[in-house]
């Protein structure tokens, strides 16, 4: 078994946006772990991550699924139906980004919206964020051997 030591974590709530993504940092993360839900912030996140070699792992959407068993963990280039992935994969292209982006993303597709539906269905979203986990930690754990 490999040790792997968490050095710190930074929990930023600050708003991200191409215009402040490198402010008040002295040091760049050794990996960034992706949750946000705006779309340009989230490029702009992803695409600076991949210009500047940082491992990231991103959540893709999964509000309005049902299925925890239709998660995937893939790179962005492999993405499908998951309506979230499809645009950030739109834009990073525009910026020159295809591929090299680690993603938990649902191959489900989203149930119709309803008035008295829930948003998000806590089985889902508990099982992206432990497949997100799992794989950066594996990860960080063959590059140690």
């Given at each position: 078994?490999t040790e792997?030591?968490?050095?710190?974590?930074?929990?930023?709530e600050s708003?991200?946006?191409e215009?402040n993504?490198?402010?008040?940092?002295?040091?760049?993360p050794?990996?960034?772990?992706?949750?946000?839900?705006?779309?340009?912030?989230?490029?702009?996140?992803?695409?600076y991550?991949?210009?500047?070699h940082?491992?990231v792992?991103?959540?893709?959407?999964?509000a309005r699924?049902?299925?925890?068993?239709?998660?995937r963990?893939?790179?962005i280039?492999?993405?499908?139906?998951?309506p979230?992935?499809?645009?950030?994969?739109?834009?990073?292209?525009?910026?020159?980004?295809?591929?090299?982006?680690?993603?938990?993303?649902s191959?489900?597709?989203?149930?119709?919206?309803t008035?008295?539906?829930?948003?998000?269905?806590?089985?889902?979203?508990a099982t992206?964020?432990?497949l997100?986990?799992?794989?950066?930690?594996?990860?960080?754990?063959k590059?140690?051997?």
């Amino acid at each position: 078994m490999t040790e792997i030591s968490i050095g710190s974590v930074k929990n930023d709530e600050s708003v991200v946006g191409e215009e402040n993504i490198n402010q008040g940092e002295t040091d760049e993360p050794e990996i960034v772990v992706d949750a946000i839900d705006d779309i340009p912030a989230k490029i702009a996140l992803l695409h600076y991550c991949y210009e500047h070699h940082i491992p990231v792992w991103s959540s893709m959407g999964a509000a309005r699924k049902w299925n925890p068993l239709d998660l995937r963990v893939t790179d962005i280039a492999k993405t499908a139906i998951c309506p979230l992935a499809r645009h950030l994969r739109q834009g990073l292209r525009k910026l020159g980004v295809t591929k090299g982006i680690r993603c938990v993303w649902s191959q489900e597709p989203p149930t119709p919206h309803t008035p008295n539906m829930l948003a998000s269905f806590m089985p889902v979203t508990a099982t992206a964020g432990l497949l997100l986990a799992a794989d950066l930690i594996q990860t960080i754990a063959k590059q140690n051997t």
